[in-house]
């Protein structure tokens, strides 16, 4: 606990200097901005704003990344109340009562619920994230390639199923991601798999690029023409009107609570992330409530909760990914190739070989949600107004961002055409349900998997029996069975889960 | 009960497709074992090059195949229109051709015409302001500010 205490203390030490600051300050920023805004999301613009850190010391780097990821988590619910429209698809079940609020004149009291709940989720998960992630990353060092293996398999499989529709095509987009990650130049061996002759896929296909058309192109291409209407003005939310009633009040303690809780915990799990913990935490508060009916009306619960679980899950999802290097989330492998160019490999020496990073880091997400909490409340007008360009304006600009920042990673086109034509695919594939982030997280797991495996057979001399021998992987190989065992079940009463839209 | 049959053709044109996505799943795999094959498989103790890519095509061609015989399943696109595709898609591949053949500023308009015939509602002035403001804000924030190597006209080859 003492490492914890002068660890953190030490971090916040760092995160509080003027340049770590500033740069926290224009990631939430950014982050607050791309969340509201429908049709950009956190992973585009942490793509396109990569290579900007690579001038930047890491640490600092690392602030401003993470600030707008967790930041978009902020931002996605001011486009849900105002518009109906999710800026995320966290923030998609805010629509259901954040709306009508809006509709019955408490935007602003919509707004200031979600701001503030956002808060309680993000700052508690963070203490989490303090005690859990050194005592992870302990546990992990006695990990070897067989416990690796099962528990990136177990993260796959919960990509696979535990994402919304159906598990059988979740499961699809997982071993087509694993299986585009084969294409380029066998480690072992040093032979070129599945590049057709071409120079640029013996490095495999590009991380960046994929995701970039996977999300940003195949966004663009699903929401091209769609109309777009404004409900509430900028004048009419002065910070007066944001003031929620005793009653309002107190009814959001309680929801916001368990929406913490709830997304604390489902951040943590792979596959898992914001958006299953917002939907979930939407549900169990509507089972919880005295009337259920009030729920898709307006009622503040409904706002509250999915809040404060999103921002929770997005702290806690954090801690794979810096206690084991195993990332839950595509945004996540971004910010892992970050922490790579700097020649800081995560993993669970990172936490003890790179301490001030961590502790650094970790202070700034402290900082961070507060600065959020107090640039939400008085610029809710500002965001507002920017809502209102209408969504010609913004794709082609999105198109170019997307298509000059793939660009830019190699000086290639080849990585722009990628983007395309997998932003097609990705298009076709999202329409008919395929889950894309499944993809991607196949697509960074795959290859470590596959070296996993074979250094893992390498040890038990081909027998798979290793798996059960060694009591850590057995245990995995355990749950690994109660999750294919409970989807098998899921699949078989035939009920999906509510349906969430493809879009991060 | 009345569907008008134009919204019935809809309907099997997406079920249609959604198989024809399916089939092409399975047909990657197979090709994958196919290829994978040639690379050599090796042993489970020693596995090749070729082992992953043989099992994970294997694994595709199964799931495949059942998501063609399973059918329908959920339908998110309600319509399914060609030409805002192929000019976003267009978008992207004009951009990235001529980007190094001739700088970035007749790149962007290349992507920025292209991108805007994916919508009607475009007025000439609009698209007008995006063809100033784009790229000269592409210029400030990637060539100015971040300084990247990228021309902004190339002349000649």
Redo the contacts between chains.
């Keep these: 606990m003492m490492d914890i205490a002068s660890g953190f203390m030490q971090g916040l030490a760092t995160a509080m200097t003027g340049e770590a600051l500033l740069f926290c300050l224009i990631g939430v920023t950014i982050g607050t901005l791309v969340g509201a805004l429908p049709g950009i999301g956190a992973m585009a613009t942490i793509s396109i704003v990569l290579?900007?850190t690579f001038t930047l010391k890491p640490l600092i780097g690392l602030i401003m990344l993470a600030g707008i990821f967790y930041g978009a988590q902020y931002g996605g619910s001011i486009a849900s109340i105002l518009l109906s429209i999710p800026g995320m698809a966290s923030s998609a079940v805010t629509c259901l009562d954040g709306y009508p609020m809006a509709r019955q004149g408490k935007a602003g009291v919509a707004l200031l619920v979600t701001s503030v709940s956002s808060f309680v989720g993000g700052t508690v998960s963070i203490l989490l994230l303090m005690l859990l992630a050194p005592t992870l990353a302990e546990f992990a060092l006695r990990f070897s390639s067989v416990e690796y293996f099962l528990v990136m398999f177990l993260g796959l499989m919960g990509s696979a199923t535990i994402s919304s529709?159906?598990p059988?095509?979740g499961?699809?987009m997982v071993?087509?991601g694993?299986?585009l990650g084969?294409v380029g130049t066998?480690v072992?061996?040093g032979?070129f798999?599945?590049t057709f002759g071409t120079l640029q896929l013996q490095n495999g296909f590009g991380f960046i690029a994929v995701a970039m058309g996977l999300f940003g192109?195949a966004e663009?291409?699903?929401n091209?023409?769609k109309p777009f209407a404004m409900l509430v003005s900028a004048k009419s939310i002065t910070v007066r009107s944001m003031l929620p009633s005793r009653q309002e009040a107190r009814a959001c303690v309680m929801p916001t609570v368990r929406g913490t809780g709830l997304g604390a915990l489902f951040g943590f799990i792979p596959g898992a992330g914001s958006t299953i913990s917002s939907y979930m935490s939407y549900a169990l508060e509507k089972r919880l409530a005295k009337d259920p009916s009030r729920f898709g009306q307006g009622a503040v619960e409904g706002v509250a909760a999915p809040e404060a679980a999103n921002n929770a899950a997005v702290q806690t999802s954090f801690i794979p990914m810096l206690s084991l290097g195993i990332p839950t989330d595509p945004t996540l492998a971004i910010l892992m190739a970050a922490m790579i160019v700097h020649g800081i490999n995560p993993g669970p020496q990172f936490i003890t070989e790179h301490a001030p990073v961590f502790w650094g880091l970790v202070a700034s997400f402290w900082v961070g949600n507060v600065l959020l909490l107090i640039l939400n409340i008085p610029f809710i007008g500002l965001w507002v107004r920017l809502l209102s360009v209408p969504y010609?304006?913004l794709?082609?600009?999105v198109?170019?961002f997307v298509?000059?920042g793939v660009?830019?990673i190699n000086?290639d086109?080849?990585?722009?055409?990628v983007?395309?034509?997998i932003?097609?695919g990705g298009?076709?594939?999202?329409?008919?349900?395929?889950p894309p982030a499944a993809l991607l997280i196949g697509l960074v797991i795959g290859p470590m998997m596959?070296e996993h495996?074979?250094r893992a057979?390498?040890m038990s001399?081909?027998s798979?029996s290793i798996f059960l021998e060694r009591p850590i992987s057995a245990v995995l190989l355990a749950v690994i069975g109660l999750v294919a065992a409970s989807t098998v079940v899921r699949l078989y009463r035939g009920r999906s889960r509510l349906?969430a839209p493809?879009n991060p | 009960m009345e569907h008008s049959t134009s919204r019935r053709t809809a309907r099997t044109s997406a079920n249609l497709?959604?198989m024809a996505?399916a089939a092409a799943?399975a047909i990657?795999g197979l090709y994958?074992v196919w290829?994978?094959r040639s690379?050599?498989i090796g042993?489970?103790?020693?596995?090749?090059?070729g082992y992953?890519?043989v099992a994970?095509?294997c694994?595709?061609t199964v799931?495949?195949a059942?998501?063609v015989l399973?059918g329908r399943?959920?339908?998110?696109?309600e319509s399914?229109?060609l030409k805002?595709?192929l000019c976003?898609?267009g978008?992207?591949?004009a951009?990235?051709?001529l980007?190094?053949r001739t700088g970035?500023v007749p790149a962007?308009i290349a992507?920025?015409l292209l991108?805007?015939l994916?919508?009607?509602?475009?007025r000439l002035w609009?698209v007008a302001v995006?063809l100033v403001v784009?790229p000269v804000?592409?210029y400030v924030i990637?060539v100015a500010v971040?300084g990247?190597?990228?021309d902004a006209v190339r002349w000649g080859a």
């Design positions: 290579p900007v529709g159906s059988v095509k499961l699809t071993v087509l694993v299986a084969t066998d072992n061996s032979i798999r599945f192109v663009i291409l699903s091209v023409g010609k304006f794709y082609p600009a198109l170019f298509a000059i660009y830019s000086n086109p080849f990585d722009v055409y983007a395309g034509l932003g097609l298009y076709l594939l999202v329409g008919h349900g395929y596959e495996l074979k057979m390498l001399r081909g798979f349906a493809a | 497709r959604e996505v799943i990657l994958m290829e994978g690379y050599g042993s489970v103790r020693e596995m090749g090059p992953f890519p994970l095509g694994v595709l799931l495949g059942g998501l399973a399943g959920e339908q998110r696109q399914f229109r805002p595709l976003i898609v978008a992207m591949i951009f990235g051709y980007m190094p970035f962007t992507l920025v991108s805007v994916a919508d009607k509602g475009f609009e995006l784009l804000l592409g990637f971040l990247m190597p990228l």
